[in-house]
């Protein structure tokens, strides 16, 4: 099973772009499914984005269409998740997650996780 750690995150401010990193070890990414999941304090893990390696598609969550931007480098077994116009409501704890298969925004579908690294966006 491959090892995922996320990086990247950070305090910004409102407006600000960051980019979060996720690397794999101990196998490849390159024929799984990583998906970005966030959770905020008392919410539900949400889904952020996925890219499929079936197909190369990407799908975003509805919140953050348009200003955040999932892709992968498998030769470096790393996805990133390039995060735009940046707002307070993006602060959570970012999670990489990995399946095999096609893409899904269901959490309980991704049986591989990262620690999380946590975004803070003040106003």
């Known amino acids: 099973q491959v090892q995922l750690v996320e990086s990247g995150g950070g305090l910004v401010q409102a407006g600000d772009s960051l980019r979060l990193s996720c690397a794999g070890s101990?196998?490849?990414?390159?024929?799984?499914?990583m998906g970005w999941f966030r959770q905020a304090p008392g919410k539900e893990r949400e889904f952020v984005a996925a890219?499929?390696?079936?197909?190369?598609?990407?799908n975003y969550g509805d919140s953050v269409k348009g200003r955040f931007i999932i892709s992968r480098d498998n030769a470096k077994n790393t996805v990133y998740l390039q995060m735009n116009s940046l707002k307070p409501e993006d602060t959570a704890v970012y999670y990489c997650?990995?399946?095999?298969?096609?893409?899904?925004?269901?959490?309980?579908?991704?049986?591989?996780w990262g620690q999380g690294t946590q975004v803070t966006v003040s106003s």
């Open positions: 890219d499929s390696w079936l197909g190369s598609s990407t």
């Open positions: 997650a990995a399946k095999s298969g096609s893409y899904t925004s269901q959490t309980k579908t991704y049986d591989n």
């Open positions: 101990g196998g490849t990414i390159s024929t799984l499914t």
